[in-house]
């Protein structure tokens, strides 16, 4: 039998394959960036073929990588850069406009004006959300009503929505399945989250056509079968879906109620798992489906900044400050301090717990003495200190502090950022052995759905720890620190 797993982690600035074998090994990964696209500020945007080409060529080099051919691969998994919105012809399976990015901030009008009509309390006791620019919704609402003839197509049954998990799925199995999981469902401010279903009243509200809505499944079981792929065999199991939020929670190992990560991608995403039952937020938090197996649905609490590693691609990319990301741990070592420079990274608005979609970036403090270096450390700095306004919110509503946090994503290699970041939090940061948690849970999803693994603890074998992060600063200096990062948070 076949016995290898393929995750395909579709992320924001990249996609990226990872192979796994039955015993949880990678043996192959392969990553490749492509094309962002500002056409206004504020407004980010893919070319769904640019993610569907680079998908497909990750694919081919991971199982080149790994020695196998496309006949080993027992099961696909799927994990998504989750808000991200598009539209596509059902027919042709041609999109309609390039893809709404999650970042994107084109809806914030319109999401005000809901707001003042009083609806907000509706979509959060529906949805567990706060009506932002943030879901897919409103960037629904955008495409039907500024794309030519798009609305009108919708309505007679010919347009196709979709996040990217969706959009994929649709295209490896040829347009065979039109489908969702809970966890990105969940994620578009149109699912009910107690019923996880779509929400009549809510798709009105949003003027969205519910004819564009794709099936909800659970996240682990059997989606599709891969058909006329090149490159895959026709008949492979797609069995795991998630956003990669969700995904990386699970790849985690975060069965247990109480258990928390943060993901530090293009954004961070702290996720706590709170059970068979959603946990209302009064803290500027979100209630949303973790996944679902077996009939029984997981639950979680999530605060999320969106701009964290992207700050590093912007001192790379904009400021040219570094040449690669990497280079700014060393960077910001050469300085014991920000020397008072501080930087709120609200590059595309701020999340939670502030919610403000009209927010920028600040830096603040500058001096003559001033440099790269604490320029360097300030970013490094302010991506801990916004991952701290999200715990303490989230503490708020469990009403106890957390022992540990388990912490993945690319950046996490970065020792000073997490030192900083267990240092502003209180707590221990766990970091794993396996730090792309979200290509594995996908994988393991994927697994689970075909049986190459069993239950719960089977998966949690595989999770190993790296390395402890423990505070070294007191009380009274992290206070002090915080509220100097609160100060300058007043002004983006």
């Known amino acids: 039998m076949s016995s290898y797993v393929l995750a395909i982690d579709q992320g924001t600035t990249g996609s990226t394959a990872v192979i796994l074998d039955s015993s949880g090994k990678a043996v192959a990964k392969v990553n490749q960036e492509y094309k962002q696209i500002y056409p206004k500020p504020g407004w980010v945007e893919h070319d769904p073929e640019d993610i569907w080409d680079s998908v497909l060529d990750v694919v081919r080099k991971a199982i080149e990588q790994a020695h196998i051919s496309d006949g080993d691969i027992a099961a696909i998994g799927i994990t998504n850069q989750r808000e991200t919105t598009l539209l596509w012809d059902k027919k042709t399976f041609n999109p309609l406009h390039n ?34 620019p943030y879901f897919s919704g409103t960037k629904i609402r955008w495409l039907l009503d500024n794309v030519s003839g798009a609305r009108k197509s919708a309505q007679n049954g010919n347009v196709s929505f979709g996040t990217i998990d969706t959009f994929l799925l649709s295209r490896l199995t040829n347009g065979v399945v039109h489908a969702t999981d809970v966890s990105n469902a969940s994620r578009t401010l149109l699912m009910d989250l107690k019923t996880l279903t779509w929400d009549k009243d809510l798709c009105k509200i949003l003027g969205v056509e519910m004819s564009v809505l794709p099936e909800i499944k659970p996240s682990i079981g059997i989606f599709g079968y891969t ?9 492979i199991p797609i069995s795991g879906i998630a956003g990669d939020q969700q995904s990386a929670l699970f790849g985690q190992a975060c069965f247990e109620v109480g258990e928390a990560k943060c993901t530090f991608g293009t954004g961070s995403f702290l996720l706590l798992n709170t059970g068979n ?12 489906v973790a996944w679902q197996w077996k009939g029984k649905v997981t639950y979680a609490l999530e605060g999320s900044a969106f701009i964290c590693g992207a700050a590093v691609q912007w001192l790379r990319d904009g400021l040219k400050i570094i040449k690669s990301s990497g280079e700014i741990e060393a960077l910001a070592r050469l300085v014991e301090d920000t020397g008072g420079v501080q930087f709120v990274p609200a590059l595309t608005g701020l999340g939670a717990p502030h919610w403000d979609p009209e927010a920028r970036g600040v830096i603040t403090g500058l001096t003559r003495g001033s440099n790269s270096s604490h320029l360097a450390r300030a970013t490094l700095e302010g991506m801990a200190l916004q991952n701290a306004d999200l715990l303490f919110a989230m503490q708020k509503d469990l009403k106890k502090k957390l022992k540990n946090m388990k912490v993945d994503g690319g950046a996490v290699a970065n020792n000073l950022l997490m030192q900083l970041q267990a240092d502003y939090l209180g707590i221990t940061c766990v970091r794993p052995q396996v730090i792309e948690t979200t290509a594995l849970g996908a994988a393991f999803m994927a697994g689970l759905g075909v049986g ?24 009274k200096v992290r206070q002090m620190r915080i509220k100097k990062w609160n100060e300058a948070v007043t002004k983006a």
């Open 277 to 288: 039952k959603p946990v209302a937020s009064k803290s500027g938090c979100l209630t949303t």
């Open 227 to 235: 058909k006329g792929i090149t490159g895959l065999r026709d008949g």
């Open 99 to 132: 893809a709404i990015v999650w970042q994107d901030r084109r809806t914030a009008d319109f999401c005000l004006s809901l707001k003042k009509k009083g609806f907000e309390k509706k979509f959060r006791a529906k949805t567990g959300l706060v009506l932002d």
């Open 452 to 475: 190459i693994w069993k239950s719960y603890d089977e998966v949690k074998k595989v999770w190993q720890k790296d390395r402890e992060f423990k505070p070294e600063i007191s009380n």
